[in-house]
Each structure stands twice: as C-alpha cells, then as structure tokens.
C-alpha cells in the first residue's frame, strides 16, 4: 500500500435523540450567532426545522438563515452565505439538509476567510487560508459530506461544476438520525443510494499493489449496500435500513476505507460535466456512468471486477475466467440499479449528444483523469457515447 497520513477531527453523533441531548452544547462552545443553512423546506414540513430552532433560541443563539441551496448547489448561493457570514460576524455555519446543503455550506466557510473569491480554490488558483467552524445535520444518505472535508459548487453561469475543499472545512460536529431520512423522496433515497456506492467504487478500483484489508472493507461496505438498499427504498420508515445506508454512506468517503491507496474518481470527473450542463442529480449521473466505465477500463484488471462479482453479488467463479466473471459483475451492477429504480442511460434524462465534445473535453481540464485506467479526452468521449 502507499505510505498515508489520515486526518478525520468531525465528532459524530448517531442515532435518536442525539440532536435534544448534545446541540446546544456543540453549537454554544463555539459562539451564538449561527447561519442556519438549508434547501428547499422539507426540513420544515417534517418538523426538523421548528426543532432545531427551538433549542437554539432557548440556549440563546442568535440565528441568520439561508434557505434554497439547490441540488447542485450554486456559486451565486455561496456568495450569498458568505456576505452574510460576514456582515453578522457569524461564529458557526449550520448546514441542515442532504450533502449539496453541506457542500454548499464548506464553501461559505472557506469562503469567508479566503481574501479572494472562493472559485479559485475550486479552480486550483488559491488554497484556503482558514474556515468558519461548520455543524451539520444530516438529513439524506448519499455522499459523506458529514464526515469529510471535500464538496462540489456549480458555476452556473459558466457551466462548470468543480470539486474542492481542505483540511480546514472537516464538520466540527455532525448529528445523523436516520429518521430525519424518512421524508426524503423515493428518488432521493435511490440517487443517494447510487452516490454511496459509487464512492465505494471509486475507492475499489485502484492501481495500488497489495491492498487486502481495504479491499474486504469496501467489499463489506458494498455488499451491505445491495444487500439493504431496496428495503431502504421501499420502506421508507424502517428504522434499521435506513440506520445501514446511512452508515454505509458515512464510512463510504470519510477516509476509513481509502487509507493507503489512490482511488480512480474518473466517473465523478465525468458526470460533473453531465450535471453542470444539464442540472441532473448527481447520484443519477453516476449511475449512468459506471457500468459504461466499467466496460471500458474492465482490461486494466479482471481480476478486480471478479473480485466484485464473487464477493459482492455472491457469483459462483468455478469454472470461469476473470475475464468472463468481469462481464458478469458488470451485469450485476446494472441489474442493481435497475432493481432500485436508478437511471440506466443518459437518454432517460432527454440528454442527446450535442454536449459530448465539450463534456469530454472539460472533464480532463486539468489532465488525464483516473488512476486504475488514465482516461484522455477521446476515452471519456467514447464512454459517454456509448451512455448516451
């Protein structure tokens, strides 16, 4: 395995009742003028809202809010948090909603200590020199944002969609009860069920020699997810799957499972280009995109991918070759998805081949993408075709 330095500072609180026993506390011995962050107000159909506000007005905070941060959350909504932050000296931003309220809420908080716009660090022109303190409660399974320090803005105004962030912009706090899940729509529940195990597959294919506990830790966290995510899906008050998909979307990309190997994340690059033109939900992208990778990049190591089929989807690989046990996982993996009702093409969001040039072309900016295959501009062109 590579040499590594793991940093992880969030302390998480997991479970029922974990927001009324230890919020005051967390937010208090940080200040008492907070930016309430949110999206679109399901927090305040379900009651979250009303009860968050409630404890902190009674411990004496002092509340700025900042509602309608977008799915793919926008620059112009970052700008917005950060003049506010600034105006009100606040002391603590605290994201409430899904990981683009989170993401949305990193980059407030680098922004409002970084003497420049905040875009240039998602563009690799600056590094951030600080952060406000951030607090989340988690209120969707899908991307760990609640125990990382990474996030995705979109420019929309340039169509660009970037990732960033910094050992700065780790969650000091994150509060996750599975039943602030409940609400979430069935697509939600599916677009963040294709995110986590995304992050499990960006983790698992990978070019770095002798790996074998990372490798039956994503394995364990994979076949936890296919083995409880239609039950997720089609009960969305079970207290016990939701609790696993929560979970699972934690360990999938807060450092545990990635330490000591390059993961790929040529997919995220790639359908970062799709949703900062066409606006779909991320987890919907990545779906479409994996298995026309996979198909792609299977030569690179078979081996690996019989590796999924066999300890993932439970595959039988007597008698077979890696190379046939390749094609096989990569027919489970879509078998999967279909089985959760996740997209399978691009044409499933009316997206034609128009864009296919450009896509490509901004996906590899900065350079070949990938580490368990380098893509090059004509490879990623040829995998969204054939997703088209």
Not at 141 to 151: C, D
Not at 167 to 188: A, H, I, K, L
Not at 308 to 318: Q, T
Not at 363 to 384: H, M, P, S, T
Request: proline share 4%; aromatic share 10%.
């Amino acid at each position: 395995m590579d040499a590594f330095r793991f940093y992880n500072p969030t302390t998480l609180y997991y479970g029922k009742g974990q927001i009324e026993k230890h919020l005051a506390d967390e937010v208090t011995k940080i200040g008492k003028r907070v930016l309430l962050l949110y999206g679109g107000g399901s927090i305040k159909r379900n009651g979250l809202y009303d009860k968050v506000v409630s404890i902190l007005q009674n411990a004496g905070v002092r509340l700025f809010e900042l509602s309608g941060v977008e799915p793919n959350p926008r620059l112009s909504t970052v700008h917005k948090g950060i003049d506010i932050c600034r105006e009100n000296n606040v002391d603590l931003i605290l994201a409430v909603g899904g990981g683009s309220v989170l993401d949305c809420g990193k980059a407030i908080a680098m922004g409002v200590k970084y003497d420049g716009d905040v875009w240039d660090i998602y563009q690799r022109k600056g590094k951030a020199t600080g952060a406000l303190p951030l607090g989340t409660i988690l209120t969707l399974a899908a991307t760990g944002s609640e125990m990382n320090s990474g996030g995705v803005i979109t420019n929309w105004e340039t169509k660009e969609k970037l990732g960033g962030g910094s050992p700065y912009t780790f969650p000091v706090f994150s509060f996750c009860d599975p039943e602030n899940t409940y609400t979430v729509p069935r697509d939600q529940t599916v677009y963040g069920i294709c995110d986590m195990l995304a992050h499990c597959f960006e983790h698992y294919f990978h070019p770095t020699r002798h790996t074998p506990l990372q490798q039956h830790l994503i394995e364990a966290v994979m076949r936890t997810i296919v083995e409880h995510a239609k039950t997720a899906v089609e009960n969305p008050n079970d207290y016990d799957a939701r609790e696993t998909m929560m979970y699972c979307s934690t360990m999938a990309l807060n450092g545990m499972i990635s330490m000591g190997i390059r993961g790929d994340w040529a997919c995220h690059a790639i359908e970062h280009e799709i949703s900062a033109i066409y606006d779909i939900p991320h987890g919907g992208g990545l779906a479409i995109v994996f298995p026309h990778w996979m198909e792609h990049v299977k030569s690179a190591n078979p081996s690996r991918f019989a590796s999924l089929a066999k300890h993932v989807f439970g595959v039988d690989g007597g008698g077979k070759t890696d190379a046939e046990l390749a094609d096989i996982a990569i027919a489970q993996v879509r078998a999967f998805y279909q089985s959760i009702g996740a997209p399978q093409r691009l044409a499933d969001y009316e997206i034609g081949d128009e864009q296919l040039e450009r896509m490509a072309s901004q996906a590899v900016r900065f350079g070949e993408i990938g580490n368990f295959k380098k893509l090059g501009k004509d490879d990623v062109y040829q995998i969204l075709k054939s997703a088209l």
